[in-house]
């Protein structure tokens, strides 16, 4: 079953044209990647599909419902968990209280995340519970920014700039975190620049350049092409 669904997405702000028909979907349980130079429009099609900017033209599809245009808390409140970009945690709230801060379980999950889950999936959190989000590591943040987006018992957890600054024994925890999500069903969209990482967890992945979808695949054909890391990727 397709949990998400985007097709020919073009957005804008104001008069800067940034997506030229982006398109891509995530089935339920599935793990998919979107890679890309920076500034070619990765961050641009999460906020679409989140409502945080409305397309201007195209269509976003949750669990076969037309979400486009709805704004952001509704489409949140679907079921789609976001780990943004830098974090974003409340630095002057606890451990504990970033993590009841928008706690739901909408869906009636059966198993739902609760704070004793989060804390045995992070037990540096549950170290650190009664610390303020501004005293943690960056490291320690990110888990934070994760379990927080859980805690709201996602349909779809988008994970922009996954590992983005963190040392490497810290993404190794990361990327653990989501291979244990993904063995459990979670359906996942993830952004980050560590390819290698990516083809090891992900089903399938989706190149965008300047704003336009240019590749798509699974691990294999990626692995396959030699020169998709050159073209799209390098620096």
Known sequence: MTMLDIRDIHTAYGDSRVLFGMTLSVDEGQVVTLLGRNGMGKT?????ILG????????????????????AYRIAQQGIGIVPEGRQIFGNLDVTENLVATA???????????????FGFFPRLAERRRNMGGQLSGGEQQMLA???????????????????GLAPLIRQEIWGCLTA??????????????????????????IIE????????DS????????????????
Do not use: C
């Open 181 to 206: 999500l993904k063995a459990e069903g979670q359906s996942i969209l993830v952004v980050d620049k560590n390819v290698e990482a990516l083809l090891k967890i992900a089903d399938h992945h989706v």
């Open 220 to 235: 294999g054909a990626f692995r396959a092409d030699a020169s998709l890391k050159q073209r799209y990727l390098g620096i």
């Open 44 to 48: 641009t099609t999460i906020r679409s």
């Open 146 to 164: 994760i379990g927080r987006a859980l805690m709201t018992n996602p349909r779809l957890l988008i994970l922009d700039e996954a590992t983005e």
């Open 210 to 217: 300047r704003g336009r979808p240019v590749w798509s695949g």
């Open 52 to 71: 945080l900017v409305r397309p201007l033209s195209g269509t976003v599809h949750f669990d076969g419902r037309d979400v486009t245009g709805l704004p």
């Open 104 to 118: 739901a379980n909408r869906h009636g999950r059966a198993d739902p995340w609760t704070l004793d889950r989060v």
